[in-house]
């Protein structure tokens, strides 16, 4: 008889996988590559509103060379808009367009009820003391 605990945890794991996986999909439907989703989702959620590319290498567990190429596409997409940075010429701030936040409030509308259920999932898990 399987463990409740690894029961959930494989019941999360499965769980989490499909939900990545239509969360990539949507961002597809909507013009936008998963991994721009990301990018866009990371600039979006920035405590000031504008992230560097050093912070975007540490949360998206990417190469410094993955995400500038990354803001570039993205920049040319008309998605994000880069600010050099009036203390540090080296450094760049990025911050959403229009276009950008349009895009992202798309894919997360279309996510409204995968992310209801993906909490349920996690208040479960929870639950499951794993």
Same mark, same amino acid.
């Given at each position: 008889m399987p463990d409740n605990r690894y029961r959930a945890a494989a019941q999360f794991r499965a769980?989490?996988?499909?939900? $990545?996986?239509?969360?990539?999909?949507? /961002?597809?439907?909507?013009?936008? %590559?998963?991994? =721009?989703?990301? $990018?866009?989702?990371?600039?979006?959620? /920035?405590?000031?509103?504008?992230? %560097?590319?050093? =912070?975007?290498?540490?949360?998206l567990a990417l190469t410094q060379s993955a995400v500038t190429?990354?803001?570039?596409?993205a920049e040319q997409a008309g998605l994000v808009n880069r600010v050099v940075s009036a203390t540090d010429g080296r450094v760049f701030h990025l911050t959403?367009?229009?276009?950008?936040?349009?895009?992202?409030?798309?894919?997360?509308?279309?996510?409204?009820?995968?992310?209801?259920?993906l909490r349920a999932l996690v208040d479960r898990l929870e639950d499951a003391e794993i």
């Open positions: 769980e989490l996988r499909r939900f $990545l996986r239509r969360s990539e999909d949507c /961002a597809r439907r909507n013009g936008i %590559t998963p991994r =721009q989703h990301l $990018l866009l989702l990371q600039i979006a959620g /920035a405590d000031d509103g504008s992230t %560097t590319v050093s =912070q975007l290498v540490d949360v190429e990354l803001v570039q596409r959403l367009t229009a276009e950008g936040r349009k895009r992202l409030a798309k894919v997360h509308e279309g996510l409204g009820p995968e992310r209801a259920h």
